[in-house]
């Protein structure tokens, strides 16, 4: 983990676009990244795959810079944001996960009721270190050009995981503790949340410059309705957002927090509430109609991904609706959920080039 008295070390930061929104001040261009940018629609990174496992890449600090600073060299996106996956919370409790072609995770030994206790909790943060070290090595290599992106996942989303054993059409075995097992869900969530925190501010020390909670990554919020997200979802997000604010404060370091919660249309207002700087939004909602709920507050999105499959006449053209309904104010650009596998370099480089061309 690096030494906090070492944070100078790091190089000046040369573009804080998205630091200067998040403050309330006018950056020079809107900035944009996108969620997934350094994956599998860079024919480099298939190459890269062909030689390394996925969770090698994520535990291996050299290789997961290396994937990290790929969409960094390619594209003229605003920040770069650590190659890992939300999965690894679960590895270090001792899950076994394995990233299947065509299928993606599988967990071998899904929690359940009777193995809860067996949850390998001690020092559960400590065994992610090696994502502090792929951080702590690519905010050196990225010299300064663009911020670092930390993340993990949220509680009630690493929990589907972890009781499914991968992703679900109905997330009904993980659902089933909220009506019939409430106590344990609780109590499988506050575990959760406990490293979670840790985490982060793991993340923190190591050199993130923010930090992202998916509450998302296989739709899990979107599963929920409003009575279940505000007893199992709300309190531990705003937990993590105010104990992981309160350890930046004692570090005496400026890390905004990002959340993004997919298909949680219903608990927008509240989310505000939540604490946290950037509230990210799907493609499903209207920018228009975010900023008649949400105010003045800095939102993260939301262009659908199938959009970048247009002409370029039709990409700029959504990139121009969607900045309309938001207006140019306190706003990060980014897609509404992660890049697409098939999706064409070109068209990433139109809806870059269409963001930055905007008049502000």
């Not at 200067?20 to 350094?38: H, N, S, T, Y």
């Not at 989310?271 to 709920?293: F, H």
């Amino acid at each position: 983990m690096t030494d906090l008295t070492k944070q100078q070390d790091f190089p000046p930061l040369k573009n804080d676009r998205i630091l200067k929104v998040i403050k309330g001040e006018e950056p020079d261009k809107l900035p944009i990244w996108v969620m997934r940018q350094a994956g599998r629609y860079m024919p480099k990174f298939r190459e890269f795959r062909k030689l390394h496992s996925f969770f090698e890449i994520c535990q291996t600090p050299e290789l997961a810079c290396e994937v990290t600073l790929m969409p960094i060299e390619r594209f003229d996106f605003d920040a770069a944001i650590i190659f890992s996956d939300i999965l690894v919370i679960p590895q270090a409790l001792g899950l076994e996960v394995e990233m299947k072609e065509s299928v993606g995770p599988v967990i071998k030994n899904p929690v359940t009721i009777e193995n809860l206790n067996d949850l390998n909790t001690e020092g559960a943060a400590d065994r992610l270190n090696y994502v502090g070290e792929a951080i702590t090595l690519t905010r050196k290599r990225l010299n300064g050009k663009v911020p670092l992106i930390g993340f993990a996942g949220a509680p009630w989303t690493l929990m589907g995981y972890m009781i499914e054993g991968g992703g679900s059409k109905t997330y009904s075995k993980s659902k089933k503790w909220l009506y019939a097992h409430e106590t344990e869900a609780h109590r499988l969530l506050k575990i959760l949340t406990d490293v979670i925190i840790d985490y982060l501010i793991l993340q923190v020390k190591s050199g993130a410059q923010l930090l992202q909670i998916f509450e998302s990554t296989n739709r899990n919020a979107e599963y929920l309705n409003e009575y279940l997200f505000d007893r199992f979802c709300q309190p531990y997000l705003q937990r993590i957002a105010i104990e992981v604010k309160n350890k930046i404060a004692e570090l005496k370091l400026d890390v905004p927090m990002i959340l993004f919660a997919k298909g949680s249309h219903y608990s927008l207002e509240k989310q505000k509430s939540l604490g946290y700087d950037v509230i990210g939004i799907d493609w499903t909602i209207s920018p228009k109609t975010v900023r008649q709920i949400l105010g003045d507050q800095v939102v993260q999105g939301n262009l659908d991904p199938c959009a970048l499959y247009a002409s370029p006449e039709g990409i700029r053209a959504h990139v121009d609706e969607m900045i309309k309904g938001f207006g140019t104010g306190n706003l990060v650009v980014n897609l509404g959920h992660g890049i697409y596998p098939d999706m064409s370099e070109e068209a990433v480089e139109i809806f870059i080039d269409a963001v930055h061309s905007v008049k502000l």
